[in-house]
T-cell receptor, first 119, second 110 residues
């Protein structure tokens, strides 16, 4: 299957700083990317959906000014957690699929996740 | 509205016995549905997907799932569990976004 590379796998940052997480599709064009947050032993909560070249669509309750998503190219999307606080500590996972919005039949490929710890 | 519901948070089976993980969906559109598996601190791996081509879908590692529109279900099954099947399983789907159920933790005992 296609490969999605997520970096870094782990990051520890100080409260008040910003952290950027990268998600790259290595061998396909990621028309759509999804960002999820996962709390321990819980499901993946969809944070936002982004399509290349357009603004991300955020799920209800997700602060767009705190979780900045950029999808400037067909192979790269970034999630920046701004002014991080300890409650932002979580496992963040990206996924990507080759298919425009509405083309739901294409499977999504997942990155390995980023464990963010804010101290 | 789109939603995916996994009916069991935990399932425990003995090695060699059948596995059934239940999933129901709600969608205003003809859905695409997926089953993924997640091992600890890892991303998700696709087991199988339904995209209206066939109602019985075969996936990797001996898993299969049957789409039943009348029951709005997409349950995952495997005839004989293996120790390596122990993991978290997520049913997902959606039209213009991909959302997941709460997950089912599968435990396999010797």
């Amino acid at each position: 299957g296609a490969v999605v590379s997520q970096h870094p796998s782990r990051v520890i940052c100080k409260s008040g700083t910003s952290v950027k997480i990268e998600c790259r599709s290595l061998d396909f064009q990621a028309t759509t990317m999804f960002w999820y947050r996962q709390f321990p032993k819980q499901s993946l909560m969809l944070m936002a959906t982004s399509n290349e070249g357009s603004k991300a669509t955020y799920e209800q309750g997700v602060e767009k000014d705190k979780f900045l998503i950029n999808h400037a190219s067909l192979t790269l999307s970034t999630l920046t957690v701004t002014s991080a606080h300890p409650e932002d500590s979580s496992f963040y996972i990206c996924s990507a699929r080759d298919g425009g919005q509405g083309y739901a039949g294409t499977e999504a490929f997942f990155g390995q996740g980023t464990r963010l710890t804010v101290v | 509205a789109q939603s995916v519901t996994q009916l069991d948070s935990h399932v425990s089976v003995s090695e060699g016995t059948p596995v059934l993980l239940r999933c129901n969906y709600s969608s205003s559109y003809s859905p695409s549905l997926f089953w993924y598996v997640q091992h600890p601190n890892k991303g998700l791996q696709l087991l199988l997907k339904y995209t209206s081509a066939a109602t019985l879908v075969k996936g990797i590692n001996g898993f299969e799932a049957e789409f039943k529109k009348s029951e709005t279900s997409f349950h995952l099954t495997k005839p004989s569990a293996h120790m390596s099947d122990a993991a978290e399983y997520f049913c997902g789907g959606g039209y213009n976004k991909l959302i997941f159920g709460a997950g089912t933790r599968l435990a396999v005992h010797p």
